[in-house]
C-alpha cells in the first residue's frame, strides 16, 4: 500500500521518533511519500535522500491508499486541508498531548500499520463545512473539519456578527467573535467557549459567540441544512477569517457564508476505537475524582 505521510509541527528532538515509527512501513509491505514539510524535519536526522516527495498541488485520489498524519490534532487538521477533495482516508498518529482526533499512540504504530495491511478497521465519514465570500478566501483551501470562525484582530474591540438561516434572520452577537462548528469540532474551540458536544454522525451545525456581550446569549444548533450568512461589523479594519487552523485577514464589513461541505472527511477507525471511548479517555467523562473509578457504576 502506499501511504502519504505528513508531519508540520512537533517538539523538539520528536524527528529520530517520526524516523523510527516509519521503520515499520517497509516491514509491513507499506510505501511512504512524504510531505515537503515532513521531509525538511526529517533530513537533519538521517532520513533516507530517496524517501518520495509530494509533489506541490492536488492529490491524486487513486495514488494512495491512506494519508497518516504524524503529531497532534493540529498536524491532523493540516493534513485534512492538505488531502483536499481527495478522499483518500486519514488516520492520526498521536505525537502531541491531547489526541483528540489523532488517536493512534505512538506504541501501537505498528500493531495500526498491520491492522491497515489486514483490513482490520472502518471508514467514518465526518461532516465538514465550507466557507465562500471574501475574496481573501480565493486560492485557499475553503474547507474545514472543526469549524469556521471570524473574530477580532488582536486587540481590537468587538465585533458584530449578523446571522441569518438562509434568509431567515436569527441574531447580531457583539462579542469577540463567533463560531460556526461541525460536530467533530463541538469538542474543540466551541466547547471550550461553551458549546454543547455532538455526537459525530449527527446533522447539524452549532453556533457559539466567544465572549458575548449578552450573558443571555447562549449556543445554538441548527440543521445542517442551512445555509448560515454572516456579516460582520467591526471598528477596526481587519477582522480574522479561521477554518480549522489556517486563518486569513478579512476586511471588517465582510460578509461569509458557511454550509455543509459537499463532500466529507474519510477517517480511519481502527478497533477498539470510537468516538465514546475517546470521550471517556480523553475528556475523563464518568471518572470519579474521589475514588479514580470510571463510572458504570462502580462503587455505587
Request: negative net charge; glycine residues 10%; proline residues 7%.
Amino acid at each position: 500500500m502506499r501511504l502519504a505521510v505528513n508531519g508540520r509541527t512537533m517538539e523538539a528532538g520528536m524527528e529520530p521518533v517520526v524516523h523510527d515509527i516509519l521503520r515499520p512501513v517497509a516491514a509491513h509491505r507499506h510505501q511512504a511519500v512524504a510531505t515537503p514539510a515532513l521531509a525538511a524535519r526529517l533530513q537533519p536526522c538521517g532520513q533516507p535522500s530517496d524517501l518520495p516527495v509530494l509533489p506541490p498541488g492536488p492529490l491524486d485520489p487513486t495514488a494512495f491508499h491512506f494519508f497518516l498524519a504524524l503529531g497532534g490534532d493540529g498536524t491532523f487538521l493540516d493534513t485534512v486541508a492538505r488531502s483536499g477533495h481527495s478522499g483518500i482516508p486519514v488516520l492520526g498518529i498521536n505525537l502531541g498531548r491531547l489526541g483528540f482526533l489523532s488517536t493512534v499512540r505512538i506504541e501501537e504504530v505498528d500493531q495500526a500499520l498491520e491492522a491497515l495491511g489486514q483490513g482490520r478497521f472502518t471508514i467514518r465519514t465526518r461532516g465538514m463545512l465550507q466557507a465562500s465570500g471574501p475574496p481573501e478566501l480565493s486560492g485557499i483551501h475553503d474547507h474545514a473539519l472543526n469549524e469556521v470562525s471570524v473574530t477580532k484582530l488582536d486587540s481590537a474591540s468587538m465585533i458584530a456578527v449578523e446571522v441569518f438561516l438562509g434568509d431567515e434572520y436569527l441574531n447580531t452577537y457583539w462579542a469577540d467573535g463567533l463560531i460556526v462548528s461541525t460536530p467533530t469540532g463541538s469538542t474543540a474551540y466551541s466547547m471550550s467557549c461553551g458549546g454543547p458536544i455532538m455526537h459525530p454522525a449527527t446533522a447539524a451545525m452549532v453556533i457559539t459567540p466567544i465572549n458575548a456581550h449578552n450573558l443571555n446569549v447562549r449556543p445554538f444548533v441548527v440543521p445542517d441544512h442551512h445555509t448560515i450568512h454572516l456579516r460582520v461589523d467591526g471598528r477596526a479594519d481587519r477582522c480574522l477569517l479561521n477554518l480549522d487552523s489556517r486563518g486569513v485577514s478579512i476586511g471588517s464589513h465582510a460578509s461569509v457564508s458557511v454550509r455543509k461541505a459537499p463532500t466529507g472527511l474519510r477517517l480511519v477507525q481502527l478497533e477498539g476505537q470510537d468516538f465514546l471511548h475517546t470521550l471517556r479517555t480523553k475528556l475523563n467523562w464518568g471518572l470519579d475524582l474521589r475514588s479514580g473509578l470510571s463510572g458504570r457504576g462502580e462503587g455505587a
